[in-house]
Nanobody, 124 residues
Framework: QVHLAESGGGLVQVGGSLRLSCAAS????????MGWFRQAPGKEREFVST????????YYADSVKGRFTISRDNAKNTVYLQMNSLKADDTAVYYC?????????????????WGQGTQVTVSS
């Protein structure tokens, strides 16, 4: 079992930046691929970014490419999402997810564990 806890959300103006963190429990974090998803009110949860277990492979949704950066520190059991040039459309609850397979994935059904989410609100 893996417990995930997101932090770092908040209120920011358009064009601003936030850094989300996701701390994982357990000794197997380094074997898991990790992902970030988001869900805006009235919309389905959507893929944002994913990183492989080693940190070598990273993928992004087209909507965030060039603005968001995913990274991980396996020594700290933590994955990060650096979000720059934020837009109003980025407003959502952001979720961290872990996948037992070390390979990246964009489908939410392919992830085994989820955090509770952290709210990001971008004001215009």
């Amino acid at each position: 079992q893996v417990h995930l806890a997101e932090s770092g959300g908040g209120l920011v103006q358009v064009g601003g930046s936030l850094r989300l963190s996701c701390a994982a429990s357990g000794r197997t974090f380094s074997s898991y691929a990790m992902g970030w998803f988001r869900q805006a009110p009235g919309k389905e949860r959507e893929f944002v970014s994913t990183v492989s277990s080693s940190g070598t492979w990273k993928y992004y949704a087209d909507s965030v490419k060039g603005r968001f950066t995913i990274s991980r520190d396996n020594a700290k059991n933590t994955v990060y999402l650096q979000m720059n040039s934020l837009k109003a459309d980025d407003t959502a609850v952001y979720y961290c997810a872990a996948r037992r397979s070390g390979a990246t994935a964009t489908g939410k059904d392919l992830y085994d564990y989820w955090g509770q989410g952290t709210q990001v609100t971008v004001s215009s």
